[in-house]
């Protein structure tokens, strides 16, 4: 296995070709990250990111470190690229999401603020229309949570050296449309092994009352929850009906503000087994796809796919573990459970 070294121009300055492992995790609701080690001492020179030809993974080195004649190589995905700007000013935005969230790029990587080059891709066609807010936010954090309210992310990819936006939503690979190819993991039929079920309802809310400054609430309630009324309180107090054009947008903006919190305590099923023939990472499903488990217990669960993690060792062997649902590991608890069970 080979990886690219790049600078911060993203054009290639070497090649890592004694690699022992590298073990990354790509994400849909947040930044991946990875971690690597070297025989040796890594000779970095003027590098700034790594890309891996075999995922088509770019990630921006953020750690390094020397131990034992190994060298260890760590940092996150271009997503983490936004988390370095910050939007200026008071926003407000009534509209389409995926347009308030290309806006607010546009104006903070442009100009003086640009962002290692990077500009937007084509636009994603996602449906969803809101009340945004995002006041002095970090950009990152507000893209995430806007599109999260609609079941969609955004990316951040590599055109020849060139990062580039985009919003992904995944697609529907559930046994019930026809659209697509449907990707079914099913530990009877041997295509995912290790199976792992956790449901935690404990943190789970689904129906929040979001007050205004002039006192009156709105009640918002996700359609989506399987679970009993968990409810949750939203403040709006900082949202003035003088501040909008009519009552409806002032409505509008308090649902808003309840839906992108909810969005924050969703999760509440998660799957995780190890891919292991049939279905190929990329071509068959990908980060962000909707698709269907059938678990040894009997158990049918139909999840999206949130997190993909992935281990090279040595030049051969590559192991694909996807995550089904609302739980975010971190890489290192992903590498002691793995250890755990070998």
Known sequence: MEVYLLDNSFNTVGIIDNCITLEAAKRFFSPGEFRMTLK?????????????????????????????????????????????????????????????????????????????????????????????????????????????????????????????????????????????????????????????????????????????????????????SPFDRRELFVSGRDLYPEDFATEDEYFEALKSRGLETLSRYGGAVTYSGCASGGLRFGVDYDLGDICEIDTSSGMTLTERITEVKYTFHGRDTLTVTPLFGGFSVSLDEYIRDSVRQV
């Open 40 to 224: 040796g001492k890594a000779h970095l020179s003027s590098a700034y990111a790594l890309y891996e030809p075999v995922s088509k993974s770019c990630f921006i080195i953020e750690g390094y470190e020397e131990e034992g004649g190994k060298t260890t190589l760590s940092g996150r995905s271009l997503e983490a690229l936004l988390e370095k700007r910050i939007l200026d000013g008071r926003g407000r935005y009534s509209g389409n999401a995926e347009k308030a969230v290309r806006l607010a790029v546009e104006k903070s990587t442009s100009g003086e603020r640009s962002l290692s080059g990077m500009i937007l891709g084509d636009v994603s066609g996602l449906e969803g229309e809101g009340y945004f807010e995002s006041d002095y936010r970090n950009l990152s954090e507000f893209a995430y949570s806007t599109l999260r309210t609609f079941g969609a992310a955004y990316r951040v990819e590599l055109s020849g050296n060139t990062p580039v936006f985009i919003v992904v939503t995944g697609k529907d690979r559930s046994r019930n449309q026809t659209q697509n190819t449907p990707a079914v993991f099913s530990e009877s039929m041997g295509n995912v092994t290790d199976g792992r079920v956790k449901i935690d309802i404990s943190e789970h809310k689904n129906t929040a009352y979001v007050l205004g400054a002039d006192g009156r609430s709105v009640t918002v309630v996700t359609e989506a």
